[in-house]
């Protein structure tokens, strides 16, 4: 019977043998993909592979739409944050929001 110490050299050789074995599989199927690549005329974009924002950046949010116009056509979507300075001004006159909003046909 063999012993720890032997049993664990086999072992150890076992592993880098599939190791090495791993690697040629890989550089075999690389090329292989390669080869099909080249032969099909296909793009990162076929495979799907195209690059895009990379992953956990997140894309610019679109602006929201206008839903109120100042006296000089500036506009406001009402969205978070500061109002702009024409309305915090409008609001401090005593003017209401609703007299700015944006009505279809106006």
Known sequence: MATYLELREQAEKLL?????????????????????????????????????????????????????????GETWSGGRGRKPQWVAEALKQGRKIEEFEIRAGR
């Open 16 to 72: 880098a043998e599939a190791e090495k074995m791993r690697d040629k599989e890989i550089a075999d199927t690389i090329s292989d993909i390669k080869e099909k690549i080249r032969a099909y005329g296909l793009s990162a974009e076929d495979l799907g592979l195209a690059r895009g924002a990379p992953r956990g950046v997140r894309p610019k949010a679109t602006p929201s739409a206008a839903k109120y116009r100042g006296p000089n």
